[in-house]
């Protein structure tokens, strides 16, 4: 079960990331996290990114070290990061490697309601996504290896999970596609006749009728 953080945005995990390099202002963080992609790897929403900084700093993961002005601009703070604020930063990512949480993609929320669609239009909307999928993969893969030429494959691995998650998803679409294609795919075919005749089988009307009186 993952632990409540005295900061639980994944902003601060990138932000505490980027101050082991050394001190840093918060002009420097940003331009340091988005040269390193991490805007890619997850979710930052930057409006939020000096709430962030402020809240490290109020629980002691980070503190300032000095401040310092260039002509008119503002003056900026220079932070560094505390003992506890490397610990936070080591627990996080201990627990984010070792236990898995759920995750819910778009593309799962589409296919729990993917029963709305005709089987028909089903197949070719599926076929569309595999091949961007596919695209994106081939691409992908060209990227990694141009990569690998001048970047240690360590800084690379969310890369290499990126592109195994997506080569699973082919994978499963192909063998999704061959059994709808095939016919072999179970329930087919009431699938189908709930669409072409537009009335709904005993079968699912009773299912549907025991999943509401379970709740």
């Known amino acids: 079960m993952a632990k409540r953080r005295k900061v639980g945005n994944l902003l601060a995990l990138a932000v505490l990331a980027a101050l082991m390099q ?10 340091a996290l988005r040269g390193w992609g991490k805007d890619q790897d997850m979710e930052i929403k930057w409006g ?8 490290l700093d109020k629980h002691g993961l ?35 490697i070792s236990t898995p949480m759920p995750e819910r993609p778009r593309f799962r929320a589409g296919l729990s309601v993917l029963p709305v669609l005709h089987p028909d239009e089903a197949v070719e ?3 569309q996504r595999l091949r ?16 690998l030429r001048t970047i240690p494959r360590l800084f690379l691995v969310e ?22 294609t095939s016919g072999v ?31």
């Not at 050394?22 to 331009?31: D, R, S």
């Not at 002005?69 to 984010?96: F, K, N």
């Open 132 to 147: 961007l999928l596919e695209d994106g993969i081939a691409t992908a893969r060209e990227e990694l290896e141009r990569h």
């Open 48 to 55: 939020s990114f000096y709430t962030v900084i402020g809240n």
């Open 185 to 215: 795919y179970p329930g087919l075919d009431v699938w189908r006749a709930v669409h072409e005749t537009g009335e709904m089988p005993p079968e699912l009307t009773e299912l549907a009728e025991k999943s509401r009186s379970a709740e």
């Open 62 to 96: 980070i503190t300032a070290v000095e401040s310092t002005r260039e002509g008119r601009r503002p003056e900026r703070t220079v932070y560094r990061i505390t003992e506890s604020g490397r610990a936070e930063l080591l627990d996080w990512t201990r627990e984010l």
């Open 22 to 31: 050394g001190p840093m202002h918060p002009y420097e963080i940003a331009t």
């Open 159 to 180: 890369t290499e999970y990126d592109l195994a998650l997506q080569e699973a998803e082919a994978a499963w679409l192909r063998t999704l596609l061959a059994e709808l």
């Open 125 to 127: 909307l599926l076929r």
